[in-house]
């Protein structure tokens, strides 16, 4: 048995996740069309290559990638493009997105998919190129370009990757059924990645409140030397990538840091088995299994969905009671945002779609004042302090703030959860952060006008020495001359005096 | 229907507010307050309820001074607690006006001139407390004598005495640490045998049983995961590490007992209810514990060296200032920057 260690504070919010059944799933019925925003992951957006009206098939691409961070998005089914144009999407911030609109035909026919018969043979290069046409990014909710990662070794390389099956939110048992359904492919796509980064162990990351899930993937793994099932205690938030990587491996990502710095990779099993559809049966991301949840469903479970499905259907085929529910939640209910439109589509980073009745999840409370019981610092698995962060945060003091590590801050919730007086203190984290980068950003320019300034000042500065110099070179030559007897002054001088004495003689 | 549109967590923990916390500390206050009116009649329950009473009135007001909306602030308890640990300090069979003056500059000056709840740099309580032993020395020590000794007043010399135009005339006694600071010249065992009020268990009649019922009140919060454990650990270590350095066998002139100090005066009352406030109080742990253990000491030498009988109050107010500094070099590690402080 391989020794875990414990992070500082955490909670136990209520799991409730026995409600979404995991360990089944089933296809969510097919849509009449699909909407798919461009941007799905983080990084540049994609770009569209159909026009309206194209006719397209099932794993075509439909926007490709532009710039290094940004991947493709690829047509679920097929169908017509009916639309492209700005659209509501699930994030955080209730952006809107260009979206690509697909009437579907409902005959899902595809391209040919070709995979590669043996991937060991090909180049790390050729892989990476792979995983970043499949359009794979993140699939565990963090959406990054899932091929920068593979591609980002740092001096040392990574000698341990993770799949991280911890999946600590309540109620979302996507990546639960995943592992139990697809231990399997998990374990193969594991196995390239693994191969791609040069890791020498596996970990394969499971919460002990998922007993059939370490089963299944124990028994996957036997297939893989390296790999190795690890379970550790249920606590949220134990799935925090840099949460994850202190429980197991005892080690911490420097602050500002990423895990490729100390040498770990951290994989969702979802994402693992997206990589291996792409290398092996040569497949983009245009489906992901989501977790369908909450009192106001009268049949809620694991879909497998197509993205760009809207989140209305979606519910629909659930059983959905609009009538109990006051708000959806894309997401978990610890780190998920509330949607603001019912026809924002699924997307990659969707793994839940929650709709709680207003009994389930009441209303917020009204906020009091901080008392500073410091539940909150004792519950951080920062190890921040939340009561100062929020007194600093209110006060817009940028210097304690940063004093303070904000940018620590997973904005994983636990504070706000135990907090006696109700403060929703993410949200103000979420702010100061956003006015701490536009500092940082100001800093920056500010710093570039500086370096101006000084360059000015600088080259100012050398012309003026140049001129001090030339003179300082010309006195020097005068000086020379009139140490050698021909110094003009003393020759001007001479010359009047024989001068006068002609004029006098010749009176 | 119409969506919210709030931010995350979207849960909370079940069953947990101000006021939650504030009635599970007037809870934990109940054993205490009952062996006071065991050894000493009703009185601290008729200051309690006279006290907390007034203290409603002083918050509404305030908070109507202020502009605010005083319905829900009234709801969360807080200026409760602030009277009731405060008339709990207080001597039982105090007159009104003592009460109220105590209960007044507790709420006004001690918390709303700062800003209300969460905004005060001093435990309100004490502030109060120090406020009105500065003022009225005479009736701040007019403690009676415990069951045992004397008679323990009924329910009617308790509303005289409260509405006394001058404070209680029944016989006054000293308590213990009174006692202890008088001495000159008996040594510290003789001491304890000479006067029944010192005859207790463990540290005078009486109050060794207060102290005990608060500390058992104490550990109840603690499990509740009301407070941690490091600013009353700091305080009871720090005075026991004083008071034993202290003790030199008991000479007349030496500082008296562990036990002694461990079990007398407002020992456990402030090592669990009053530094334990969280407001005025250092923020980390590291800090809460630093916190706790320099109130211990003041406390000590206060008590022996000083000219006051009992110090938790002035300690807690001295500290109070010293708790911004104390959380400045007390900030905890935060997560990933360990490593890179190592490096430097
Ligand atoms: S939990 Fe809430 S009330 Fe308590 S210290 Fe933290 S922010 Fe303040
Ligand atoms: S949201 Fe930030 S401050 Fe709050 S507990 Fe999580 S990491 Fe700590």
């Not at chain 1, 959860?417 to 929703?424: E, G, Q």
Request: charged share 20%; glycine share 8%; with cysteine.
């Amino acid at each position: 048995m391989r020794q875990i260690f414990d992070i500082h504070g955490g909670i136990h919010p209520p799991e409730r996740k026995d409600m979404s059944n995991p360990g089944w799933v089933s296809d969510c019925d097919m849509p009449s069309k699909l909407v798919l925003p461009v941007t799905q992951h983080i990084g540049a957006p994609a770009r569209p290559v159909v026009e309206v009206g194209d006719t397209v098939l099932g794993g075509q691409m439909i926007a490709e990638a532009q710039g290094s961070v940004s991947v493709p998005v690829h047509a679920p089914s097929s169908g017509t493009v009916t639309a492209i144009e700005a659209r509501a999407v699930p994030h955080a911030s209730g952006l809107t997105d260009t979206c690509i609109e697909i009437s579907l035909d409902g005959k899902d026919e595809w391209i040919g998919c070709e995979g590669l018969d043996n991937w060991r043979d090909e180049t790390k290069a050729a892989l990476l190129e792979r995983v970043r046409l499949a359009g794979i990014a993140g699939l565990g909710g963090a959406g990054f370009p899932t091929a920068i990662k593979l591609a980002s070794d740092r001096d040392g390389g990574i000698h341990t990757l993770i799949i991280n099956g911890t999946e600590c939110e309540p109620y979302i048992t996507a990546d639960d059924t995943v592992m139990q359904c697809f231990a399997q492919q998990i374990v193969e796509g594991a196995e390239i990645l693994a191969h791609m980064v040069g890791a020498e162990t596996v970990l394969l990351a499971v919460e002990d409140n998922k007993p059939e899930a370490a089963d299944a993937m124990r028994q996957a793994a036997a297939a893989l030397e390296i790999a190795e099932v690890v379970t550790f205690p249920t606590k949220y938030p134990s799935g925090g990538e840099k949460q994850l990587i202190e429980i197991l491996l005892n080690t911490q990502v420097p602050s500002g840091g990423i895990p490729a710095d100390i040498g770990v990779l951290c994989q969702n099993p979802s994402t693992a088995i997206a990589v291996r559809d792409a290398l092996i049966d040569g497949k983009p991301v245009t489906h992901r299994i989501t977790t369908v949840t909450g009192m106001s469903l009268k049949d809620p479970g694991n879909r497998r969905v197509m993205l760009g499905t809207p989140i209305r259907e979606l519910l629909e085929t659930a059983g959905f009671n609009a009538d109990s529910a006051d708000r959806v939640i894309h997401g978990g209910p610890m780190m998920g945002f509330a949607v603001t439109d019912l026809d924002m589509p699924v997307v990659k980073i969707t793994n839940c779609v929650l709709a709680p009745t207003r009994t389930e999840i009441p209303p917020p409370q009204p906020q009091q004042a901080c008392i500073r019981c410091g539940m909150c610092a004792e519950a951080c698995p920062a190890s921040l302090l939340p009561q100062q962060l929020y007194w600093y945060a209110r006060a817009k003091d940028q210097e304690q703030l940063e004093r303070h590590n904000l940018m620590d801050c997973i904005e994983c919730g636990a504070c706000a959860y135990v907090c006696p007086s109700h403060i929703p203190l993410v949200q103000y984290y979420r702010s100061a952060k956003g006015s701490l980068r536009e500092a940082a950003k100001e800093k920056v320019r500010s710093d570039n006008s500086r370096s101006r300034f000084e360059a000015r000042q600088e080259r100012l500065e050398r012309e003026a020495a140049a001129r001090e110099a030339k003179r300082a070179a010309r006195k020097a030559a005068a000086e020379a001359r009139a140490q050698a007897g021909d110094d003009p002054v003393q020759a001007a001088i001479e010359r009047a005096k024989a001068k006068k004495v002609q004029q006098e003689a010749g009176q | 229907m119409s969506l919210m549109h709030v931010s995350s967590p979207h849960v909370h923990k079940p069953v947990s507010s101000v006021e939650q916390v504030m009635k599970q500390v007037l809870l934990a206050t109940i054993p205490g307050v009952l062996v006071l009116t065991w050894f000493f009649g009703p009185g601290t329950i008729i200051n309690i309820v006279f006290g907390s009473a007034l203290a409603l009135a002083f918050e509404a007001w305030a908070l109507w001074l202020r502009g605010k909306d005083y319905k829900t602030p009234l709801r969360d308890h807080s200026v409760i607690v602030t009277a009731t640990l405060l008339c709990i300090a207080l001597p039982p069979y105090a007159p009104w006006w003592l009460i109220a003056v105590g209960v007044g500059v507790s709420v006004l000056l001690g918390k709303h001139v700062f800003g209300g709840l969460g905004y005060n740099p001093f435990n309100p309580a004490m502030v109060g407390y120090v406020v009105l032993l500065v003022s009225f020395p005479l009736q701040m020590s007019s403690w009676t004598e415990p069951r045992g000794i004397g008679e323990v007043p009924g329910i009617v010399d308790a509303f005289t005495a409260l509405f006394a135009a001058s404070s209680y005339d029944a016989v006054t006694a000293a308590t213990p640490l009174d006692l202890f600071r008088q001495n000159s010249g008996m040594l510290f065992d003789d001491l304890m045998q000479s006067k029944a009020e010192l005859t207790g268990p463990i540290a005078g009649l009486g109050w060794d049983w207060v102290n005990l019922t608060f500390l058992a009140g104490g550990i109840w919060l603690l499990r509740q995961r009301i407070f941690t454990w490091h600013a009353p650990v700091g305080m009871l270590t720090a005075l026991t590490i004083c008071a034993a350095l202290g003790y030199d066998e008991g000479s007349s002139t030496g500082g008296g007992s562990v036990l002694f100090h461990l079990f007398s005066g407002a020992t456990m009352f402030g090592a669990f209810f009053i530094i334990t406030d969280p407001v005025s109080s250092a923020v980390s742990n590291k800090g809460r514990l630093i916190f706790g253990a320099m109130v211990g000491i003041l406390v000590y030498l206060i008590r022996v060296h000083g000219n006051y009988p009992d110090a938790v109050a002035f300690g807690v107010l001295l500290l109070n200032f010293a708790a911004p500094l104390i959380d400045q070099y007390t900030q905890p590690t935060v997560y990933g920057t360990k490593k890179v402080e190592a490096d430097e």
